[in-house]
C-alpha cells in the first residue's frame, strides 16, 4: 500500500512479483490518484492517465490494482473518511502481510499513508468498528448486522526509502531473477517518468536499478529489496513472511 501510483514498483515490485510467482494473491493500492504531478494536463486527466499506467504496471506482476483516490498533497492519517476508506480496503483483501512506506520517509503523502495504513489494519479487525460507508458505530446497543468477519492484525513491513537514505534494513528479498520484471513495470509509469525528469531531473528507472543493485550488494546477489518490520506487538511473526 503506497502514496502513489509508481511508488510500490520503485520500491517493493520485486517482492510483489515473487509473491505473484509463489502463488499468493497480491493486491497493489495506491491512496491517492497521483492528480498534481504534470505540467501538461488537468488533474482529471493525469488522474486518469496514472490509474490505466498503475492497472498496466499491476498486470506486468500478475497483482490486482485499487486506489483510494485521494488527492496528491491531501492525504492525512487523521482524516477519519481516509481512516474508513482503508479500513474497507484491508476487510475485502484481509491481508497476511502489508507493505508501506517508512513513517521517515522523504514527502507528507508517504508519510501519511505509512501511519494510516497502520492504524486502519489495527482498528479494521475491530468487529464493532463500523466505517461511514458500512453504518453507523453499535456504541449505543442498536444492531448493526452488517459485521466484518473476523481478522487478524496483519504482518506490517516498510520497504526502502527514495534512495535508501535514512533507512538500514533488517530483512532483504533476493529479486535477481525478477529485476527486469520490476523494472518493465516502473516503464508503465511514462507520464511519471517524464514528470520526474522535468520536476526532479532524475532517470527514476535507472535510479530503482542502482538501488536495487545496492541493496542486492548489501545482501550478497545481483539486486534485492530492503525491508524493516513493524516490531510492534501483533505484528510480530515467528516465520519468515517476505519471499
Not at 139 to 158: C, H, I, K, M
Not at 236 to 242: D, F, H, I, M, S
Amino acid at each position: 500500500m503506497a502514496a502513489h501510483p509508481d511508488d510500490l514498483e520503485q520500491l517493493c515490485a520485486g517482492t510483489l512479483a515473487r509473491y505473484v510467482r509463489e502463488g499468493h494473491t497480491v493486491t497493489m493500492c495506491h491512496v491517492s490518484r497521483g492528480d498534481r504531478g504534470s505540467f501538461e494536463h488537468t488533474m482529471e486527466q493525469i488522474a486518469a492517465i496514472r490509474d490505466g499506467e498503475a492497472a498496466a504496471a499491476a498486470g506486468v506482476i500478475g497483482a490486482a490494482h485499487v486506489t483510494l483516490g485521494l488527492s496528491d498533497g491531501e492525504v492525512n492519517s487523521a482524516d477519519p473518511h481516509h481512516r474508513d476508506l482503508m479500513i474497507d480496503l484491508v476487510r475485502a483483501t484481509r491481508p497476511d502481510v502489508i507493505l508501506t512506506h517508512h513513517p521517515d520517509d522523504y514527502m507528507p503523502d508517504h508519510v501519511q499513508t505509512s501511519h494510516l495504513v497502520e492504524d486502519a489494519s489495527f482498528v479494521a479487525t475491530l468487529p464493532l468498528y463500523s466505517t461511514s460507508t458500512t453504518g453507523a458505530r453499535d456504541d449505543a446497543g442498536g444492531a448493526d448486522a452488517r459485521r466484518p468477519e473476523p481478522l487478524t492484525v496483519p504482518a506490517l513491513f516498510y520497504f526502502d526509502t527514495l534512495a535508501g537514505l535514512g533507512f538500514q534494513p533488517t530483512e532483504y528479498v533476493d529479486i535477481s531473477d525478477v529485476i527486469d520484471r520490476k523494472l518493465e513495470s516502473l516503464r508503465q509509469h511514462q507520464s511519471q517518468l517524464v514528470w520526474l525528469r522535468d520536476h526532479d531531473g532524475v532517470d527514476i528507472i535507472e535510479q530503482t536499478r542502482v538501488a536495487s543493485a545496492f541493496r542486492g550488494f548489501q545482501a550478497g546477489v545481483a539486486y534485492a529489496e530492503g525491508f524493516v518490520a513493524c516490531a510492534k506487538w501483533l505484528r510480530v511473526r515467528t516465520e519468515r513472511l517476505l519471499p
